[in-house]
């Protein structure tokens, strides 16, 4: 399956202001002009502007049009989720790397941000994961809960970088995602993330936390989430039904 057509509109839009077609201060064609270039629909370019937008290379004036400001994107890891699958394929995108594993006792601070029961034992994931295209610059930094069973299922995948905790966990013991919670608050970044994210502590950071729950309603997987506040963008579609 190709790529979606506004994403195929996007790249050729930044190849072309990459180009010079549309110097740094210029104003783009109106969006009826570049939609009837793409025959495409408004929405459709509109979401393709939006990709450029993210990236730094326009800004958006409503009465006076979308101004090229870069001639290269801003580097950033963009994710866009809006559902399981999607969130499996985030996965694949960027790289894991384990940096401890160990066996925790939820205190009532944890179990705050988890929603883990307070005094439960919990297996605890430290990891990075990596832009794939910039392997020296870490995307996230993330710790991962899991219960003693199912983090001993899955030891000895946990290296194998790729696939998401939950996807290791479904090949292994067949519990399977049925609806993940996700809670994105912005956060200022400890001092052991930081180190990890190359920032100052106390920089601006997202912080996620996605709660995993299994056809039966269970709770099975926490996994809290760093990411640095300039270097990361989480995109959401909303479409009206």
């Known amino acids: 399956m190709g790529e979606p057509r506004y994403v195929v509109i996007a790249d050729d839009l930044m190849q072309k202001i990459a180009a010079g077609k549309w110097p740094v201060g210029e104003l783009l064609p109106t969006e009826p002009e570049l939609a009837a270039e793409y025959r495409v629909s408004r929405e459709t370019l509109r979401r ?18 979308t101004r090229v400001e870069r001639s290269a994107p801003v580097a950033a890891f963009t994710a866009q989720l809006g559902s399981v699958e999607e969130l499996t394929q985030y996965g694949e995108a960027a790289v894991r790397e384990v940096l401890s594993v160990e066996s925790v006792t939820v205190d009532a601070a944890l179990s705050e941000v988890t929603g883990l029961a307070e005094g439960s034992r919990q297996v605890c994931v430290t990891s990075v994961r990596r832009d794939p295209e910039r392997s020296d610059e870490v995307v996230s930094w993330a710790r991962v809960y899991l219960g003693p069973e199912d983090a ?12 998401l905790i939950a996807d290791l966990i479904e ?41 995993y729950y299994d056809a039966s309603g269970v709770l099975f997987e926490v996994t809290v989430s760093t990411h640095a506040g300039d270097r990361f963008v989480y995109e959401t579609v909303l479409q009206r039904r």
Do not use: C, N, Y
């Not at 001993?152 to 696939?163: C, F, I, N, S, T």
């Not at 609806?179 to 912005?186: D, E, H, I, M, S």
């Open 48 to 65: 393709a502007l939006k990709r450029l937008e993210l990236g730094g290379l326009i800004s958006r004036h409503p009465g006076t049009g």
């Open 152 to 163: 001993k299922a899955v030891a000895g995948d946990l290296e194998e970088g790729r696939q």
């Open 171 to 211: 090949a292994r013991t067949g519990r399977s995602v049925e609806r993940v919670v996700q809670q994105v608050r912005a956060v200022s970044v400890s001092a052991e993330a930081a180190a990890r994210l190359a920032l100052e502590p106390g920089s601006p950071g997202l912080e996620f936390v996605r709660r």
